[in-house]
Nanobody, 120 residues
Framework: QLQASGGGLVQPGDSLRLSCVAS????????LAWFRQAPGKEREFVAA????????YYADSVKGRFTISKDRAENTVYLQMNTLKPEDTAVYCC???????????????WGQGTLVTVSS
C-alpha cells in the first residue's frame, strides 16, 4: 500500500512537499513515481525514482522545479515542488512499479491522491 500526503492550497511561486509512504516490501527493481491528474485531463507522469540507486526521472514540465527523493529507512518517497504554477493544480498520486515508465498503466500499485491547488 501507498499513502500520499502533503497537498494543499498554495499561491503561485510557493513550494510544497508531498510524501508517499510505502508499506510492504520494496525490491531493488522497484520504481516509485508521482503522477498527477487535473480535471478533465489524462493522468500524466511527473517524476520517478529507482529504489536501488540514485537515478531519477522528470517530466519536462516540472524539470528544474520539482525534485523527487527517497528515504529508504522510512520507505518514503518525497516530491519537493518549488515555484508552483496554476497549471500544476491536480490530484497527485504515488505509484509503485517494477520498472521505470512514464505510462501510468505500467504501475500496479497506487496510493490515494492528494490535491494540490495553486491559486492566487
Amino acid at each position: 500500500q501507498l499513502q500520499a500526503s502533503g497537498g494543499g492550497l498554495v499561491q503561485p511561486g510557493d513550494s510544497l512537499r508531498l510524501s508517499c509512504v510505502a508499506s510492504g516490501r520494496l525490491y531493488s527493481s522497484s520504481v516509485l513515481a508521482w503522477f498527477r491528474q487535473a480535471p478533465g485531463k489524462e493522468r500524466e507522469f511527473v517524476a520517478a525514482a529507482r529504489w536501488s540507486d540514485a537515478r531519477t526521472y522528470y517530466a519536462d514540465s516540472v524539470k528544474g522545479r520539482f525534485t523527487i527523493s527517497k528515504d529508504r529507512a522510512e520507505n518514503t518517497v518525497y516530491l519537493q515542488m518549488n515555484t508552483l504554477k496554476p497549471e500544476d493544480t491536480a490530484v497527485y498520486c504515488c505509484a509503485k512499479g517494477s520498472a521505470y515508465d512514464t505510462n501510468f498503466r505500467a504501475y500496479n500499485n497506487w496510493g490515494q491522491g492528494t490535491l494540490v491547488t495553486v491559486s492566487s
